[in-house]
């Protein structure tokens, strides 16, 4: 199978995974949405009967809608009818927003609510997004020095053979349990801790959506502030803290993707499905290149430059080395001699 078949299955394989999911995910919540549809009918069925001399089912319906109109802007119910509730658009929800607008996780819980807004988001996220891109990178690029160290150390302790698949394989489990303890487990024990309405699983799950940037909305924070809370008079803090969190744990989600991709036998599998014109050149090919060029495609497979050298590399070193060779052959002799 050429490239461009296995392009084209993986992409059928990939279709055939989003239908499967959309198939579940209908059979699990079609049902309750329609018993929430039913329950909602027979309660404004039953509040019509009580108040049927003071108010028709249309201004019921008309008021209803405007609740809905005014949800859909972050206005919410709460703060319509208590003049002492926090605004969304207060300093530290104004951070949050923009944090969430420029990471494109995108929430929903806010949005602009004049023209001038919705023009200012166009241009702002034009150039704010791709700044917030590099800045990502500039993080993963930071925390990507100790991960370095970490490998260098694990191929200098285990990698006997050279091959470093399994201690690559090693080094990925480390980061990733390193990555679910800091930036998921406890901050979800601490999202459990101030927001009242979330237990430890929906914390965990308002996490994930965050760091992968799905940002589904169904969970914002500081909605909810638990009484007592330490941030309930400081809201805007709060806020800004957690924007803080999601930059850096989208950072540290850069930096699991990115040690796996380096992964040799990922990137195979990234080079089967490209097409032979764009693919960048494999070892294997590099045995009638320059020693230049043999070079920079072992750095490719080894991008974190490792130590311990595979005895395939050696020998193709050697091949596309003559000079090397010949070096060996002196330094041999001299040894002899």
């Known amino acids: ?28 919540e079609k049902p309750y949405e329609q018993k929430l549809a039913e329950d909602i009918i027979r309660r404004r069925d039953r509040f ?34 208590n003049s002492t509730a926090n605004t969304m658009w207060d300093f530290g929800g104004s951070f949050f927003f923009t944090t969430t607008l420029l990471t494109t996780i995108g929430y929903g819980h806010v949005s602009p609510l004049t023209v001038d807004g919705k023009l200012f988001c166009l241009f702002f996220a034009l150039f704010g ?8 990178g500039t993080i993963t690029y930071a925390v990507s020095k100790p ?7 694990l191929t200098e302790k285990f990698d006997h053979k050279g091959s470093g698949v399994g201690v690559r394989v090693c080094h990925l489990f480390i980061l990733f349990v390193l990555i679910l303890a800091l930036f998921f487990l406890i901050p979800a024990a601490i999202f459990t801790a101030l927001e009242k309405r979330w237990n430890y699983f929906e914390s965990f799950y308002f996490i994930f959506v965050s760091l992968t940037t799905v940002g589904l909305g169904d969970f914002v924070p500081a909605t909810a502030i638990r009484e ?4 309930e008079s400081t809201r805007s803090i709060y806020f800004i803290s957690v924007s803080l969190y999601l930059l850096l744990g989208l950072g540290m989600m850069l930096l699991l993707v990115d040690t796996v991709i380096k992964i040799p036998q990922i990137q195979r599998l990234w080079e089967m ?21 043999l070079h920079r495609d072992l750095l490719a497979k080894n991008p974190f430059g490792s130590k311990r050298k595979s005895e395939e590399e050696r020998e193709l070193t050697k091949d596309a080395a003559p000079i090397g060779r010949s070096y060996d052959a002196i330094r041999d002799k001299k040894e002899d001699s």
């Open 48 to 81: 019509l009967d009580a108040h049927n001399e003071c108010m028709t089912s249309e201004e019921l319906d008309q008021f209803v809608n405007d609740i809905e109109e005014a949800f859909q802007f972050g206005v919410t119910y709460a703060v319509a009818v």
């Open 1 to 28: 199978m050429g490239s461009a078949g296995r392009l084209i299955f993986f992409a059928l394989l990939y279709i055939l995974y989003i239908c499967l999911g959309a198939g579940v995910f209908m059979a699990l």
């Open 147 to 153: 991960s370095q160290i970490l490998l260098d150390f």
């Open 129 to 136: 997004i791709p700044f917030t891109f590099f800045f990502l």
């Open 273 to 293: 499905t490209t097409p032979a014109s764009s693919a960048a050149p494999s070892v294997s090919s590099s045995r009638s290149s320059s020693p230049a060029a």
């Open 228 to 231: 007592g809370s330490v941030y």
